[in-house]
Each structure stands twice: as C-alpha cells, then as structure tokens.
C-alpha cells in the first residue's frame, strides 16, 4: 500500500524537516551513560575507538561536559556523529545507526 502523498505533506508541515519524526525521550541520564550508549551502537560499524574518539571530541566541541546532559546536548551530539558517519558509511546506513543509538538512549531512560 502506498503512502497518501497529500498525508505525507501535511505530516511533513508540522515538522522542520521533511524526514522521519526521531523518537523523543526525556533524559534523565549522566553524560558518560549517554556516551557510553552511542558508543555501544556505533562501535560495531566504526571500531569501538573511533566511535569512543569521535563522541569523546563533539562533546568538547559542545561543551559538553557536565555530568548530566539535556536533551539539546543529546540532539547536537547525535547531529555532529551522524555528520562524520555519512563518509564512512553513507547517508543512509548512518540515518539507520543515528536512528538506532536513538532507540538506545530512550531504552537506556526507560530502564531507570
């Protein structure tokens, strides 16, 4: 069944971009737990080292440093590591491992 395209484009409307809405999740987490997940999920298609690097250096970049991080925090970081995954493996795998480690991080607040 294909979409309704004039559904597709009110839904599109409401957002600021066109794609898939993210999952939405209210944390409650220390930075390092955060790290600690995003590594977990890109670990597997970078190396754990450089998925480690990688986060570790956006979150300076962010000044992100505290231990607690906000949601904003989260968003930015996951837009910067989703930024360096599109050379190493292309726009749509690294919407698929963003979307994931997403998926990680609401798992990880629901467990607490």
């Given at each position: 069944?294909?979409?309704?395209?004039?559904?597709?484009?009110?839904?599109?409307?409401?957002?600021?971009?066109?794609?898939?809405?993210?999952?939405?999740?209210?944390?409650?987490m220390?930075?390092?737990?955060?790290?600690e997940?995003?590594?977990?999920?890109?670990?597997?298609?970078?190396?754990?080292?450089m998925?480690?690097?990688?986060?570790?250096?956006?979150?300076?970049?962010?000044?992100?440093?505290?231990?607690?991080?906000?949601?904003?925090?989260?968003?930015?970081?996951?837009?910067?590591?989703g930024?360096?995954?599109?050379?190493?493996?292309?726009?749509?795998?690294?919407?698929?491992?963003i979307?994931?480690?997403?998926?990680?991080?609401?798992?990880?607040?629901?467990?607490?």
């Amino acid at each position: 069944m294909k979409p309704c395209p004039s559904r597709q484009a009110a839904a599109a409307a409401l957002r600021l971009t066109a794609g898939r809405a993210f999952l939405t999740f209210r944390l409650d987490m220390t930075t390092t737990e955060a790290v600690e997940a995003m590594v977990k999920v890109m670990g597997p298609y970078i190396g754990d080292t450089m998925a480690r690097s990688a986060t570790e250096a956006h979150c300076q970049k962010l000044g992100i440093a505290g231990p607690a991080v906000t949601h904003e925090q989260v968003e930015a970081l996951l837009g910067k590591l989703g930024g360096g995954l599109n050379i190493f493996l292309g726009r749509d795998k690294s919407a698929s491992v963003i979307a994931e480690a997403r998926s990680a991080l609401a798992a990880l607040e629901g467990r607490r």
